[in-house]
């Protein structure tokens, strides 16, 4: 199991072992089938249209997990992000539920997870069995996310993956007096506050979304707005409130 460097999965069955900080002992087919029980529907996996000539995103319903381990008798729980960190950053991901994708039926009414190892993928994996519902790229070259070792349990520790439907949750989202985008504070860019944006949209739908701008300069705003429509169609889904300066910009 890999406990540093870039990831392309958190979660693995056999044969992705070196992609991946925890291998599942349970076969693809058998947590597909555990999630559908507790009523989710899978969706699909990242794919390219060829009738369409265009890119779809994984889909499928949202999943939460939670890793359970023993430290010297006491039970630990811990979010798979804070086992994680951003490659550019070295900060932890936004916490956000993954898609349960459901990867690929073949022919022979097997999953290939069970045949390729795509778990819990952190980049497109056209077979995953749970997806990330942001587009992230697969090539070495542009991995976003590594393992965080100081915070992952030793090699060869017996660790439960539980998977639960998602809990609604809300980040914080604003444009700060810079014209930069913070979700909970940190920097984030426009892809992440899209995505972020349309999971609340779907934990809470029809809810809209605050979007503070922060005495952020007007043309900033009208620019921000700009980018964020291409990735949000839905002009609904947001609700910019404007704060002054007085209360937003740090003192010096």
């Known amino acids: 199991m890999?406990?540093?460097?870039?990831?392309?999965?958190?979660?693995?069955?056999?044969?992705?072992?070196?992609?991946?900080?925890i291998r599942l002992d349970a076969p693809a087919t058998r947590i597909y089938q555990a999630?559908?029980?507790?009523?989710?529907?899978?969706?699909?996996?990242?794919?390219?249209?060829?009738?369409?000539?265009?890119?779809?995103?994984?889909?499928?319903a949202l999943v939460d997990l939670t890793v359970e381990w023993r430290d010297a008798g006491a039970l630990r729980r811990a979010a798979p992000y804070e086992w994680l960190a951003e490659i550019d950053t070295l900060r932890p991901p936004p916490p956000r539920p993954w898609l349960f994708s459901g990867s690929v039926i073949r022919?022979?009414?097997?999953?290939?997870?069970?045949?390729?190892?795509?778990?819990?993928?952190?980049?497109?994996?056209?077979?995953?069995?749970?997806?990330?519902?942001?587009?992230?790229?697969?090539?070495?070259?542009e991995l976003w996310v590594q393992a965080d070792t100081q915070a992952i349990p030793p090699l060869d520790t017996v660790v439960t993956l539980v998977f639960t439907p998602a809990e609604p949750r809300r980040y914080r989202i604003e444009l700060d007096w810079r014209g930069q985008w913070r979700v909970d504070g940190a920097l984030a860019d426009t892809p992440l506050v899209a995505d972020l944006i349309g999971l609340m949209r779907r934990m809470?739908?029809?809810?809209?979304?605050?979007?503070?701008?922060?005495?952020?300069?007007?043309?900033?705003?009208?620019?921000a707005e700009r980018t964020l429509a291409t990735c949000i169609p839905d002009a609904e889904a947001v609700r910019w409130v404007r704060r002054t300066a007085a209360a937003s910009r740090p003192s010096r």
Do not use: M
């Open 107 to 141: 022919p022979d009414r097997r999953l290939e997870a069970d045949l390729s190892g795509a778990g819990v993928a952190l980049v497109d994996q056209s077979d995953a069995l749970l997806s990330l519902s942001q587009q992230y790229s697969n090539a070495n070259a």
């Open 204 to 223: 809470r739908p029809g809810e809209t979304v605050v979007v503070t701008s922060d005495a952020a300069l007007r043309a900033d705003i009208r620019r």
């Open 2 to 21: 890999l406990r540093e460097g870039p990831l392309e999965f958190f979660a693995c069955f056999p044969g992705k072992e070196h992609e991946s900080i």
């Open 35 to 60: 999630l559908g029980l507790i009523g989710l529907e899978p969706g699909h996996p990242p794919r390219w249209d060829d009738a369409a000539q265009r890119y779809e995103p994984a889909a499928g």
